[in-house]
């Protein structure tokens, strides 16, 4: 591999008597569509909080373009190119879909949040605000509110918001969650368009996405990784069929 953009080494998390992240040795290339996939409370999400920088870590570190950010809180690394997305729903449904997405530039420029009521107002922006939209295909929908959207359009949003910074990483936790057979199929491509651009790791139970999309997939169970390689690698793994894939085709 050439130098992964993204690398951890022996991360662990606990909380309480549970082991969220066990050990968790990882490297990310640049330019990479990286899956993490594994049944409910495997760890997923509480990975991606500490490459973020909302959880740290009991042990381990955290490298990202040469630099370790294991200590460097969220807007840090925000600043270095490492931008996350939710799983949880975290818009302003009364403001306008461009607003939402002023706030996350706002945001990421380091502003203090209560400067909010001035973010409307400034060109500097609204205008990356603009062309995150239109990364997304939502420039039509800018100045409807929030609350308007479908829920795809939600997702749409969130990831407008998530590329707001212009980032060389997204870190995205269940983007087609809750979504239909239709809005997930855009989400698919609008995934493989921003692939070309950006490197990924994506959190998805969508086994249809994951391996539409993935180039490499590790696979977390009870936070230990207990497979990682390409896609035909993984679908032929017994022991990974056994603790997800088997389950998760299955229904
Ligand atoms: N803040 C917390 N406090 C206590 N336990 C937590 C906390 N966050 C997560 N856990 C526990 O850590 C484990 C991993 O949870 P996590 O949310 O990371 O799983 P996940 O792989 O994202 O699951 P899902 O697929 O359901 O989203 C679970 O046992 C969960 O209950
Ligand atoms: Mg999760």
Same mark, same amino acid.
């Given at each position: 591999? /050439?130098?992964?953009?993204?690398?951890?080494?022996?991360?662990?998390?606990?909380?309480?008597? &549970?082991?969220?992240?066990?050990?968790?040795?990882?490297? &990310?290339?640049?330019?990479?569509?990286?899956?993490?996939?594994?049944?409910?409370?495997?760890?997923?999400?509480?990975?991606?909080?500490?490459?973020?920088?909302?959880?740290?870590?009991?042990?381990?570190? &955290?490298?990202?373009?040469?630099?370790? &950010? @294991?200590?460097?809180?969220?807007?840090?690394? /925000?600043?270095?190119?490492?931008?996350? /997305?939710?799983?949880?729903? /975290?818009?302003?449904?009364?403001?306008?879909?461009?607003?939402?997405?002023?706030?996350?530039?706002?945001?990421?420029?380091?502003? @203090?949040?209560?400067?909010?009521?001035?973010?409307?107002?400034? *060109?500097?922006?609204?205008?990356?605000?603009?062309?995150?939209?239109?990364?997304?295909?939502?420039?039509? *929908?800018?100045?409807?509110?929030? @609350?308007?959207?479908?829920?795809?359009?939600?997702?749409?949003?969130?990831?407008?918001?998530?590329?707001?910074?212009?980032?060389?990483?997204?870190?995205?936790?269940?983007?087609?969650?809750?979504?239909?057979?239709?809005?997930?199929?855009?989400?698919?491509?609008?995934?493989?368009?921003?692939?070309?651009?950006?490197?990924?790791?994506?959190?998805?139970?969508?086994?249809?996405?994951?391996?539409?999309?993935?180039?490499?997939?590790?696979?977390?169970?009870?936070?230990?990784?207990?497979? @990682?390689?390409?896609?035909?690698?993984?679908?032929?793994?017994?022991?990974?069929?056994?603790?997800?894939?088997?389950?998760?085709?299955?229904?």
């Amino acid at each position: 591999m /050439s130098d992964p953009l993204l690398q951890t080494e022996n991360l662990a998390k606990r909380f309480g008597g &549970i082991v969220a992240t066990d050990d968790v040795t990882l490297a &990310i290339a640049p330019g990479e569509l990286h899956a993490i996939i594994g049944p409910n409370g495997a760890g997923k999400t509480t990975l991606i909080a500490q490459l973020s920088g909302q959880l740290t870590p009991d042990a381990g570190r &955290i490298r990202f373009a040469g630099h370790d &950010i @294991s200590a460097l809180p969220v807007h840090r690394r /925000s600043h270095l190119g490492l931008a996350r /997305s939710f799983q949880i729903t /975290s818009l302003f449904l009364d403001l306008s879909v461009l607003d939402n997405v002023a706030l996350a530039v706002q945001a990421r420029a380091g502003h @203090s949040f209560h400067f909010w009521r001035n973010a409307r107002r400034e *060109r500097d922006l609204r205008e990356p605000a603009r062309a995150a939209l239109a990364r997304v295909g939502l420039e039509a *929908r800018a100045n409807l509110p929030a @609350s308007a959207l479908s829920h795809g359009e939600h997702r749409q949003l969130e990831l407008a918001m998530a590329l707001a910074g212009n980032p060389r990483m997204l870190l995205l936790d269940e983007p087609m969650a809750g979504l239909g057979p239709e809005e997930s199929a855009r989400m698919v491509a609008m995934l493989r368009e921003l692939k070309k651009e950006l490197t990924i790791l994506l959190v998805e139970h969508d086994m249809e996405a994951v391996f539409a999309l993935a180039d490499r997939i590790t696979v977390l169970v009870y936070g230990r990784v207990i497979a @990682s390689g390409v896609p035909a690698d993984i679908r032929a793994n017994a022991q990974v069929r056994d603790a997800y894939l088997g389950e998760a085709e299955h229904g």
